[in-house]
């Protein structure tokens, strides 16, 4: 995807990209992460993929989850990325507080992200600053999962129609967001499935090497 900045100066912005044949659907991720976490395969599950950081507002996203388990006590919780074990005791006892510890898994920094993301229903970016073009978006639209996403950096634009943008530090527009496309299975999977196809149409390594290419040749300019 080439995006014009500035046509007199000529500049152009071209995007990450993302392998669609590494970060993709798979129908067997549910009940292999359900097997391994101790989840029940049939009930709802939300990921969120990021470090331990004031950046990531784990705050926002474990309020969010206070909030949806009021409404449906069954969803389940995945929670990846370096520093988020049970280790962090700030983490863990912001966890009790709000009574997360039987929804929820401290996951830790994982390599097999594909697998993860594609068993889960709904993606969650709470970032409440600092992202600039974040990749776990895309991933997770690479996987068909449909993303909730707070309006930081490029999240809306990689989103597109195909998944819920909300404002920074607001758990309630987050929580609200999640629990409807949870509750919509038909929406859910239909979001699901249009936004992997708007990372193939316009950030797979084949469009991004492409405009790569075109812009060498100077076809772009």
């Not at 993606?123 to 309006?151: H, K, Q, R, Y």
């Not at 597109?160 to 758990?171: I, L, N, S, T």
Request: hydrophobic letters at 45%; one cysteine or more; proline letters at 5%.
């Amino acid at each position: 995807m080439i995006q014009v900045i500035n046509q007199t100066k000529k500049s152009f912005v071209i995007f990450n990209a993302f392998d669609i044949q590494h970060f993709k659907p798979n129908e067997l991720a549910r009940e292999s992460v359900g097997w391994e976490f101790g989840f029940e395969p049939m009930a709802p599950l939300v990921i969120h993929v990021g470090r331990y950081h004031p950046m990531k507002d784990y705050y926002n996203l474990l309020t969010a989850a206070k909030n949806i388990l009021k409404v449906d006590p069954e969803i389940n919780f995945l929670l990846v990325g370096h520093g988020v074990t049970k280790e962090n005791k700030e983490l863990t006892n912001l966890c009790l507080s709000f009574g997360l510890e039987n929804n929820l898994v401290l996951a830790g920094e994982r390599f097999d992200l594909p697998r993860l993301i594609a068993a889960a229903d709904v993606a969650v970016l709470s970032s409440a600053w600092g992202e600039s073009f974040p990749n776990v978006i895309g991933e997770a639209m690479a996987c068909g999962t449909v993303c909730v996403a707070t309006d930081v950096g490029d999240s809306a634009f990689i989103i597109g129609e195909f998944g819920r943008v909300v404002p920074p530090c607001d758990p309630n527009a987050l929580s609200r967001e999640i629990t409807a496309l949870l509750s919509d299975d038909n929406l859910r999977k239909d979001l699901g499935s249009k936004a992997r196809k708007r990372i193939e149409n316009l950030f797979s390594i084949n469009q991004v090497s492409d405009a790569y290419f075109n812009l060498y040749k100077g076809r772009l300019l």
